[in-house]
Structure formats: C-alpha cells, structure tokens
C-alpha cells in the first residue's frame, strides 16, 4: 500500500472503504512470549495448539449405569441378564475383564472395562441381588464417550491467531497444557489535545472541561488487553503536539489522540500526521466521527479521533478496535453481527453518510425493539452509557418512521 505524503486528499471515505484501507495497511506486530495459561487469558495464540492427548483419554461411560457386551446375548428382544461383577467410578477404574452374561456398576465417566463395549442407563435396569435384568435390545456402543472423540491427538485444538477465553483456558487444561505462546502485547501510546481541557481532581477554570476521552480510551484499550502509555493531555500547540507525537510514536506501536482533527483554527493533528509522517485519509462518510485521521509516523500507526466523546467511542469500535486486534495478531478478526429490529423512534437522516446512533434495545409485547436514547449529540457522553446498543443506518438509507427495521450492533456479548 503506498501512504500518501504532503497534501492529504479532500475526498472523504466511505465506513467500508476506511476500515479495508487500515485493516490493508497493517499487520501483526512481531514479538512473543510464553505464560502459564491463566497468565494468558485475553492474549492471542502465536502458535497452533496441538492436543498431545486424545481427549477424553479413555472410553467412558456417558450415564450411570452398568457396563456390558452389547454381542451377547444374540436376542434383542426380550430381557437379558447378566451378573455384576464389578465396578468402575470415575477416577477408580475396574481392573478385571468383562465377559459375556457379565456386567460393571458404572458411573458418568468411569472408564470402559476391558470387555464392554456398551452401558445400559439404570434407569432401564431391575437389581435382583447380584444380577440386572433388562430389555435385551441393547445397541453395541450405546452410552460410551469413545477416546479421542473430543479432540484426537496431534490435531489442531486451537487455531493460532485465536483469542484465549474461558473456553480456550479450559480446553488448555482439558489438554494438560501449562503454557502457551502468546503474542506480546500491544502498546497503545495516547493523548488527549485541547487548550480547554482540565484535569479531574482541580477545580475548572472558565470556559475549561474536563478531559474524559484519554478515561474512555483507558477504559476501552485496559478491556483489550494493551499495554497503555497514557500522555496526559496537550495543548493546542503545535512545538508542544510535535513532542508529544515523536515520543509518543518511539514508544508505542500505535498512538491515538483525540481532538484537534478537523479544520479549525487550532486543529493542527492532521497538518502535523503530514509532517512528521504519512497521512492515508482523514475524513470519512459518517456521523458522528466524520474527521479521523489515519497515518504513521515512524514505525508506529497513528489514528487522530474527534475530539467530541461520542465520536471517540464510535470511530474508536468501527476503526480502531478491530485494528488493534490485528496488530495484536487476531485472525481471522470477528464479524460483528447485525441484528434488524423494528425501531419504535423516529430518525431524521440525510442519504449518503453512515450514522451509529445510541439505542436501547428493549422487549416490548415479547419482542425485542429498539428506541433512540434521550440525547443524541456527539457530545454527549451520556448517550453512550444509556444506550446497550448502536443503530447503525447505512449510506443510502433515508429517514425512519416509528416501526421500521433497522439494523443494530450491540455493545455486550458474554465476556
Ligand atoms: P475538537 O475536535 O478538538 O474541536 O473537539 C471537539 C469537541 O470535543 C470540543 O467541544 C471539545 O471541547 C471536545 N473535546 C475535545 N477533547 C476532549 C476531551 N479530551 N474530553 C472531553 N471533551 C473533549
Ligand atoms: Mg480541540
């Protein structure tokens, strides 16, 4: 891909053609290390994980019943007796050898005797003191966890480039596996820009607000795991944001700052992006989040956010997050669904522009609907603490009318 240096183009991007030029533009960051699996959780597999074992290691029982040859006897209909001579509880194996006519008291993932190729459920079996008796039509297998039926040995049990989650550590476990290689993580350098911004903790001078986009970002790159350089906030002085980017980019292998993008008189990221490094775009086809600024200075990716918060965490989840997680090695990358539900709000919108508005999905009748949350400013963070949800009306979308469909993309999944 080649970036383009000078003069930024004018034209503004589509969401889509945006996210294809970052996600074509970047890839892994080298760099891995070995940790004890819980030490892994949320980091990315370097390396496929081979299962050394078969899982589960032995035939087992599926119910609590008794273990059986299923060959004998030879009628299958009818009852069919046989003589208990044994048994075989998870963890205490039953060392003898079934035989025909011969059965094993058997518990939910005792190993199969050597023998028995079937478990009747005790449910289907009458106990007349030593021996059961039960239907005869038993199938050969029935109720047995055969070997390797989970996982065979030598095959791929995770994927390299796959996020380690509960699933993954206890699959780890189920392997007998200790450690893992995971890629390094990724250092995520910050800062926020404005002459106005205060800091929490002192009190606010006229005309100041405080900076709450670097505790947003904080709060979004701690969840993805990334090592975090966080350089306060800058004012809008281009020798002081020239500093704060050199370091920034020597330090980091990604720097975000937010604010100071667009075309206003004391909006110097982008002309300074330019300078110091390459500019790909820095306007897109959406609202909110329409000045972004995407480049890289040195070795380091640099993404320019809005400065108003809303428009940080919407350009921060359709740009930035699914970037970080392919630096971080992430493949293949999720594909977020998007779920239609009729919308019970009116929206204005203008064709040609992607919107992320803040919705609430609720059930209503039994079924799920989505309204628009109360405020819908970009400047209002608020919107995005009461919303569990972005609707997401496309390019060539119009207005919609209270009952309409309309796709949204929810904030929560199962973590
Ligand atoms: P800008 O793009 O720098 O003009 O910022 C757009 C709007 O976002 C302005 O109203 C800023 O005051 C506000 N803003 C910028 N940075 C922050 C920040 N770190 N925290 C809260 N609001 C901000
Ligand atoms: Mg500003």
């Not at 991007?13 to 959780?41: C, H, K, N, Y």
């Not at 100071?260 to 909110?288: C, T, Y």
């Not at 919107?383 to 469909?405: K, Y």
């Amino acid at each position: 891909m080649s970036l383009e240096t000078g003069a930024p183009q004018r034209t503004s991007l589509s969401v889509e053609e945006a996210r294809r030029r970052i996600l074509e533009a970047i890839s892994p960051i080298p760099g891995w290390e070995r940790l004890a699996i819980r030490a892994a959780l949320g980091r990315v597999l370097v390396e496929d994980v081979i299962a050394p074992c078969n899982v589960p290691a032995h035939d087992n029982s599926a119910m609590d019943g008794y273990a059986l040859c299923a060959e004998y006897p030879p009628i299958r209909t009818g009852d069919a007796v046989f003589e208990v001579i044994g048994s075989a509880f998870a963890g205490h194996g039953f060392t003898g050898i079934v035989k025909q006519g011969q059965a094993v008291r058997i518990m939910t993932g005792g190993v199969m005797p050597a023998g028995a190729d079937s478990v009747v459920m005790q449910e289907r079996v009458r106990v007349d003191g030593g021996r059961i008796i039960t239907s005869a039509d038993i199938r050969p297998g029935q109720n047995v966890r055969r070997a390797g039926e989970d996982l065979a040995e030598g095959a791929v049990a995770i994927p390299r480039g796959k996020l380690i989650g509960p699933a993954e550590l206890g699959l780890l476990a189920s392997l007998g596996l200790a450690e893992v290689c995971v890629a390094r993580r990724l250092r995520v350098a910050f800062f926020s820009t404005g002459d106005e911004l205060a800091s929490i903790g002192s009190p606010l001078g006229p005309g100041e607000i405080y900076d709450s986009n670097r505790y947003t970002l904080h709060g979004a790159l701690t969840r993805l795991g990334c090592e975090l350089l966080d350089m306060g906030a800058i004012p809008d002085r281009p020798e002081a944001l020239e500093v704060a980017f050199r370091n920034a980019a020597a330090a980091a292998d990604v720097v975000l700052t937010t604010g100071g993008v667009s075309v206003g008189e004391a909006d110097f990221i982008r002309e300074l992006m330019g300078q110091l490094g390459e500019v790909n775009f820095w306007k897109i086809d959406i609202k909110p989040g329409r000045p972004m600024a995407f480049g890289r200075i040195g070795n380091a990716w640099m993404f320019g956010l809005p400065g108003n918060p809303v428009a940080v965490m919407v350009t921060y989840y359709q740009f930035v997050m699914d970037a970080l997680l392919k630096l971080s090695g992430l493949a293949p990358l999720p594909q977020r669904p998007l779920v239609p539900v009729p919308c019970t709000t009116p929206i204005r919108k203008p064709v040609g522009r992607r919107e992320y508005l803040r919705g609430q999905m609720y059930v209503e009748d039994g079924a799920w609907k989505v309204r628009l949350t109360t405020s819908q400013g970009s400047g209002v963070l608020r919107s995005m603490s009461e919303a569990n949800c972005f609707i997401v009306l496309d390019e060539e979308r119009g207005d919609v009318a209270p009952g309409d469909t309309v796709d949204v993309q929810l904030f929560d999944g199962l973590v």
